[in-house]
């Protein structure tokens, strides 16, 4: 409901129309695609119930226009069959396009980046539960992908601590142990100094896996990632842990577009992906679209064709 609710603010609506009816359905079961299937799908994993209502209410007289949104497991479980787009599918980690997995890692040779890669929207999506909203209406949780993003930042971290600890002695790999725990602490403290309480549960094994997985919530993932400004209560994340000594080769074309030397430090390099991300977060948030009434009387409406 508060998507919902956040959607008609969105679209300058203030109210819910006494004359529209807008279906609310609580499914039970996972977001895989058998249970997709079952909750909206119709024979044989065909388009169901609820396409045929969008259809319907896209050809009607007000021309509605519907988006989807959600999670990664449930774009992909929607959108192709089980197994068919999955983040270590060969072909099918992108959503949107096609690219071959090998194509990941892959930066602009212009600007160093990989937002400087021209991606277009081009996967045929045959096996779709809703044909009807098209994949350039298919939009990607941020709030769900800033979280796992900061997740796997952390985990980076934690194996990153490891790797710092571990020496070679008689050509073997031994690890101060004692260091690990005290950068460990320090970690976890840093994380409670911001209210993730959950960071004090954290342990992990000698290779710097985590013995149980780490889970953040949508706020647990901001706090992680808010900068630090005048009268805080918390310092710096990676104060005390990532390494301000280790040093790093940045990519020539990043050299240029951050003023960067050649090489910085551990410290330096992942506070940046930390203030770039939380960054995105700020720059999606405030960009989120605004229904434009047409010139008129009107000053809100539910029926789209008013809208520019």
């Given at each position: 409901?508060?998507?919902?609710?956040?959607?008609?603010?969105?679209s300058?609506?203030?109210?819910h129309?006494?004359?529209?009816?807008?279906?609310?359905?609580?499914?039970?079961?996972?977001?895989?695609?058998?249970?997709?299937?079952?909750?909206?799908?119709?024979?044989?994993?065909?388009?169901?119930?609820?396409?045929?209502?969008v259809?319907?209410?896209?050809?009607?007289?007000?021309?509605?226009?519907?988006?989807?949104?959600?999670?990664?497991m449930?774009?992909?479980?929607?959108?192709?069959?089980?197994?068919?787009?999955?983040?270590?599918?060969?072909?099918?980690?992108?959503?949107?396009?096609?690219?071959?997995?090998?194509?990941?890692?892959?930066?602009?040779?212009?600007?160093g980046?990989?937002?400087?890669?021209v991606?277009n929207?081009?996967?045929?999506?045959?096996?779709?539960?809703?044909?009807?909203?098209?994949?350039?209406?298919?939009?990607?949780?941020?709030?769900?992908?800033?979280?796992?993003?900061?997740?796997?930042?952390?985990?980076?971290?934690?194996?990153?601590?490891?790797?710092?600890?571990?020496?070679?002695?008689n050509?073997?790999?031994?690890?101060?142990?004692?260091?690990?725990?005290?950068?460990?602490?320090?970690?976890?403290?840093?994380?409670?100094?911001?209210?993730?309480?959950?960071?004090a549960?954290?342990?992990?094994?000698?290779?710097?896996?985590?013995?149980?997985?780490?889970?953040?919530?949508?706020?647990?993932?901001?706090?992680?990632?808010?900068?630090?400004?005048?009268?805080?209560k918390?310092?710096?994340?990676l104060?005390?842990?990532?390494?301000?000594?280790?040093l790093?080769?940045?990519?020539?074309?990043?050299?240029?577009?951050?003023?960067?030397?050649?090489?910085?430090?551990?410290?330096?390099l992942?506070?940046?992906?930390?203030?770039?991300?939380?960054?995105?977060?700020?720059?999606?948030?405030s960009?989120?679209?605004?229904?434009?009434?047409?010139?008129g009387e009107?000053?809100?409406?539910v029926?789209?064709?008013?809208?520019?």
């Open positions: 409901m508060k998507l919902f609710w956040n959607e008609m603010t969105c300058c609506i203030r109210y129309s006494p004359w529209d009816t807008w279906p609310l359905c609580i499914f039970y079961g996972g977001d895989d695609r058998w249970s997709l299937e079952s909750n909206i799908g119709g024979p044989a994993g065909t388009p169901g119930w609820l396409n045929d209502w259809k319907e209410e896209q050809d009607g007289p007000n021309h509605a226009q519907f988006f989807l949104s959600g999670h990664s449930w774009l992909d479980a929607i959108s192709g069959k089980q197994g068919e787009l999955a983040p270590t599918s060969l072909t099918g980690y992108n959503l949107y396009s096609t690219d071959h997995i090998s194509t990941k890692h892959e930066t602009s040779a212009q600007t980046f990989r937002s400087g890669l991606k929207i081009s996967r045929n999506v045959p096996n779709s539960l809703l044909p009807d909203i098209p994949l350039s209406r298919t939009v990607f949780c941020i709030d769900h992908a800033a979280t796992r993003i900061v997740e796997k930042l952390i985990q980076l971290r934690l194996e990153g601590i490891v790797a710092v600890c571990c020496a070679q002695v050509n073997r790999s031994t690890i101060d142990r004692g260091l690990v725990t005290q950068i460990l602490r320090r970690f976890k403290q840093n994380m409670i100094d911001r209210k993730v309480t959950k960071a549960r954290i342990e992990i094994t000698s290779d710097g896996t985590l013995k149980e997985k780490l889970t953040l919530s949508k706020r647990d993932a901001h706090a992680l990632l808010l900068p630090c400004f005048p009268g805080a918390f310092g710096p994340l104060e005390g842990v990532a390494s301000t000594t280790r790093i080769n940045v990519d020539e074309h990043l050299q240029i577009a951050l003023g960067w030397s050649p090489r910085v430090s551990e410290y330096q992942e506070s940046q992906l930390h203030e770039d991300l939380w960054g995105a977060i700020l720059l999606l948030r960009s989120d679209p605004k229904g434009v009434l047409r010139r009107k000053k809100t409406s029926v789209a064709s008013d809208y520019i």
